[in-house]
């Protein structure tokens, strides 16, 4: 996979990273505005409010990404894996239809705003403000797509990361106790 195709594919992460960083920025400067100089900056705690958004919603794509989506699975977990994974590709059917519908909804109501209708202290017009909810539904389509490809056609199982981490804490913690249990039965 080359490099340009290596840093698409963690497109969102990205973007999280830098908006992120820049509201929590945003929102250091008007604490250190208010309660070192007495005074507030209006248009911060907006623009925190907006960046805050589109971070969930990047967030959540990002997730689709990695696999990461609370399910319930503990019926999956009951199954043969290929069944299992053929009633979570159709459970993400219903979740890309979702979307679809999601995506189309929010540009006819982006279509609908009239130019007037602002943000109250940046003066920007909130059909950009609005913008997130199609961008960031459309990537999650195309990343819950992805992820399913990776599970069905190539047999590459993308795993939770929280999970990954919880079973590494487990067996650290079981060499440990080994360990432990080796030098106190010399």
């Known amino acids: ?3 340009f195709w290596k840093h698409l594919d963690h497109l969102e992460s990205y973007i999280c990273r830098t908006l992120l960083a820049v509201f929590v920025t945003l929102l250091f400067v008007q604490i250190v505005a208010r309660q070192v100089f007495g005074f507030s900056i209006t248009w911060i705690e907006e623009l925190s409010v907006i960046l805050f958004v589109w971070f969930a919603y990047f967030g959540a794509s990002y997730a ?3 696999a990461a989506h609370n ?3 503990f019926h999956l977990n009951m ?3 290929k069944a299992a994974r053929i009633l979570e590709a159709i459970g993400d059917l219903f979740w890309i ?3 679809v519908v999601f995506i189309w909804q929010a540009i006819q109501f982006i279509s609908r705003l009239k130019p007037f209708v602002k943000a109250q202290t940046l003066g920007w017009e909130m059909r950009w403000v609005y913008m997130a909810l199609p961008i960031a539904f459309a990537l999650m389509t195309i990343r819950i797509l992805q992820v399913n490809y990776l599970k069905l056609v190539k047999g590459v199982d993308p795993r939770d990361p929280d999970k990954v981490e ?6 650290l913690a079981e060499d440990e106790q080994r360990a432990f249990q080796r030098e106190h039965a010399k």
Do not use: K
């Open 64 to 66: 689709a990404r990695m």
């Open 97 to 99: 239809a979702f979307n």
């Open 79 to 81: 199954m043969p894996r």
């Open 166 to 171: 919880v079973e590494q804490a487990l067996e």
């Open 1 to 3: 996979m080359s490099a």
């Open 71 to 73: 399910r319930v699975t």
